[in-house]
């Protein structure tokens, strides 16, 4: 099973005093040519899913998303994978500007408080424009306690369970660190249901890394609840965006294995490549993994292949506070 992971793609970015219309020209030549270089590699080894972890657009404006939807519509087709296997998640841009923003918690009750299944209805309101973007691309929901929605919940796929959680529910552009909640109610509903719990490879989407999580979200401190920590005992695997940094990393930590994305392009010093990782699903323990980078140099996508360790079942906890780098990704079960 092959997996593209892209993240921050940005669309309706304007030029504006800090960006240039040369700089914005450079940007599309990058998400161009990114169809072109997709389309000749799935040519050869077929993509089955595609995963997008937040700001699809720039501003959430319709403009924005049409042409959103029109590249999306490209990459669907060259690399032949469906809407139904293309999964989103909503980041920070994601949210309609002309709506009021809500007010940030100060702590988790509050957030909690804010954060659930009755309150739902009334946190859809910031992402309407995402969600009919959503709906007109045809992409599949995910399952709440029942609700159909694509900002938060479960689906199950004949391959793999996609987990998608909102980062971005009270986020305003450039959020600051330690200011993102995901609701603890909201992780519940999701652990009650159990979907995820089938023998199948489950993947976790979400905008912004642990990093951004409000500490009582993601700290075992009194007082705090560990949130992030159960989505990892949730997920084999964890799917993030935002960070835009100009390398790629990638790693276990509280037991899953982590792969962060940044921005398609940020600008001229950008480290822009895709990565593909191939090995047994079947296997229970430490299996020997094949990591190959392409990287485009402006003209061309070189690859460069190395020999990782993807842990299985039982993983050794790496608690080290080395900062996760980013890129897209390509990830490769075989079955």
């Not at 924005?64 to 060259?78: N, P, T």
């Not at 159960?230 to 509280?254: P, Q, W």
Request: proline share 2%; net charge neutral; glycine share 6%.
């Amino acid at each position: 099973m092959r997996i593209l992971h892209l993240s921050d793609l940005h669309f309706g970015i304007k030029a504006s005093k800090e960006r240039t219309r040369e700089e914005i020209a450079v940007r599309n030549f990058y998400i161009n040519d990114l169809i072109n270089g997709l389309g000749s590699i799935a040519k050869k080894e077929p993509l089955d899913y595609i995963f997008i972890t937040g700001d699809m657009a720039y501003t959430a404006t319709c403009e924005a998303y049409k042409e959103a939807g029109q590249w999306l519509e490209k990459i669907s087709r060259v690399c032949r994978v469906p809407a139904c296997r293309i999964y989103l998640c909503p980041g920070d841009r994601d949210i309609d500007e002309d709506t009021d923003a809500n007010e940030c918690p100060e702590n988790r009750q509050m957030a909690d408080a804010l954060l659930n299944s009755e309150n739902f209805d009334n946190l859809e309101k910031r992402f309407q424009k995402y969600n009919e973007f959503c709906q007109d691309a045809g992409l599949p929901a995910y399952d709440l306690d029942g609700k159909k929605n694509y900002l938060t919940g479960v689906a199950v796929n004949p391959f793999v369970n996609v987990v998608c959680l909102n980062t971005a529910w009270f986020s305003v552009t450039d959020i600051g660190k330690n200011t993102v909640w995901v609701g603890s109610g909201l992780v519940d509903l999701i652990k009650k249901q159990k979907k995820y719990a089938n023998g199948q490879p489950t993947i976790a989407i979400m905008h912004h890394s642990q990093s951004d999580w409000n500490e009582s979200e993601r700290s075992n401190e009194k007082g705090s609840r560990n949130v992030f920590g159960e989505v990892c005992k949730i997920a084999d695997m964890i799917l993030s965006g935002h960070t835009h940094e100009s390398e790629d990393c990638y790693g276990y930590r509280n037991h899953v294995y982590i792969c962060g994305n940044g921005a398609v392009y940020k600008g001229n010093t950008y480290h822009h490549n895709f990565h593909i990782y191939e090995w047994d699903s079947n296997k229970k323990e430490a299996i020997d993994c094949i990591r190959t980078v392409y990287e485009f140099n402006g003209s061309t996508w070189n690859k460069k292949s190395e020999k990782i360790k993807i842990k299985s079942g039982k993983r050794k906890e790496n608690n080290s506070d080395k900062p996760l780098k980013y890129s897209f990704s390509v990830l490769w079960w075989t079955r």
